[in-house]
């Protein structure tokens, strides 16, 4: 059976800064997707969030990019968004940047990602949720799980990992893109990936065709598609795991190492990811440190999955596994926390706070404008 995930997700105000959805735009958001799987539109939902980012992921047998999931997924942030203003919420409709859908989320705001492939006896799938950072925050864990054998080595000793994957990469200002073959290109795959500002992975796929895609990172840049700086884009990943591509130990052990990422308050600022469960995402130390959220379902048949009874739960209505509520990996929180602190006491200045053109707000032109008829010649 062949199956498209779909995670689209988008803040559209939140509680007391932008810390938490309000739960009642959550429910706003399911009965909108309730409704689709009773028209037969999607098979299943789950509703959730990061911080404050509302995340509707959606199982169908549309494909990507189509105009009636797209549109389920508008509709949704819109009774969302009018909940949003009902309550006077923070930043109420914040990433709907058109008033009117035009068939596809691309470019009106929200972030969108889309995997479609043919369904295993067993379909575990993990899914990534960030809040308060930007796609390319992805670069370096994604390189690590399907490029690097000291993360995974499955590549080194399962002979269907071996050959190792397919990265599909995006410039995301030159809206160009490019497939790299590793382990054969990893030194090329590099040295665009670890140019976090201007390259993020896109897709990863196996090189065993009967598996196909691997992952898929939701990568459309707000600060680009608006024209103007208005906020960075809080990304989400799908990853398949097991049989074939790595183990959902290996997706999650990079993310022990709390690497820095750009985003932050005002989006920017420098600071290390933090892996927690959902409950925990609310960003509350200089609005983060940014949060990641992994959670997991098996996919059966379009249905998703988690811990409750399938024949007896209401469609998506369920239990994933939240990976990081798990107290192994506080070890991690410890650590983000100390680099937090310590990142924060560089104050405004670099690398603390992001290059000048990075900068979501700025007063450089107007000081500089200001300042011009007093700055003497050396
Ligand atoms: P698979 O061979 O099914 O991917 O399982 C490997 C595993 O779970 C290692 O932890
Ligand atoms: P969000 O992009 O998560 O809304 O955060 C914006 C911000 O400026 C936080 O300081
Ligand atoms: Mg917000
Ligand atoms: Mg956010």
Redesign the pocket.
Known sequence: MRITISDIKA?VG?IA??CRPHPLQLEAAKKVLKEAVDKGTIIDFYVTRV???IHLIMTHDKGEDHPDIHGIAWNAFKEATSVAKKLGLY?AG?DLLSDAFSGNIRGLGPGAAEMTFEERPAEPVVILMA??TEPSAFNLPLARIYADPFTTTGLVIDPRLHDGFIFEVVDVIDHKRIKLSTPEELHDLLTLISDTTRYAIKRIFSKNEKIGIAAVVSTEKLNITAGRYV??D?PCAILRAQSGLPAVGEILQPFMFPHLVA?????SHHGPLYPCCVDDSD?TFF??PPRLVAIGFQIKEGRLVGEENPDSSPVGEHKPIDYFKGSVFDHARRIAAQIAEYMRRHGPFMPEIVPPEEL?YTTRPSVLKKLEERMEKL
């Open positions: 803040d939140s800064g932008h911080g404050d980012d930043a914040q809040d308060k906020g960075k809080d985003g932050w308050m005002r989006g960003p609005d983060g979501e």
